[in-house]
């Protein structure tokens, strides 16, 4: 059982900052890679940014929407993730949502994966 909790979003004006952040919990033994999406109601899901916990830059990853204005971030000791939103435009309006793959150990003892996410939390860019 992991849960992923987001916060952070708001309404904004175009060309503001924010700040979101998604809290992992849970019985797990690792987390691999987390990530944010994005979503608008009736549309697909998009990546917006993923990072290898423990890892290197090299293996973070942007939208090209996005790419010189987010910037994400990890802090492996409190299991959290964050995304810096810098020059918010109108288009980034959506439901931003947590995304964390890991491993857990089960009933049985033995490490099996999980792929969580969170229930999003809203950011509203004005224009």
Avoid at 32 to 58: C, D, F, N
């Amino acid at each position: 059982q992991v849960q992923l909790v987001e916060s952070g979003g708001a309404v904004v004006q175009a060309g503001d900052s924010l700040r979101l952040s998604c809290e992992a919990s849970g019985n797990f033994t690792s987390i691999h890679v987390m990530g944010w999406y994005r979503k608008l109601p009736g549309e697909q899901r998009e990546l917006v940014a993923s990072i290898a916990s423990g890892g290197t830059i090299e293996f973070e990853n942007y939208a090209d929407s996005v790419l010189g204005r987010f910037t994400i971030s990890e802090d492996n000791a409190k299991n959290m993730v964050f995304l810096e939103m810098n020059t918010l435009k109108p288009e980034d309006t959506a439901a931003y949502i947590c995304n964390a793959k890991g491993k857990y150990r089960g009933s049985d003892y033995e490490k099996r994966n999980f792929d969580s996410w969170g229930q999003g939390t809203q950011v509203t860019v004005l224009s």
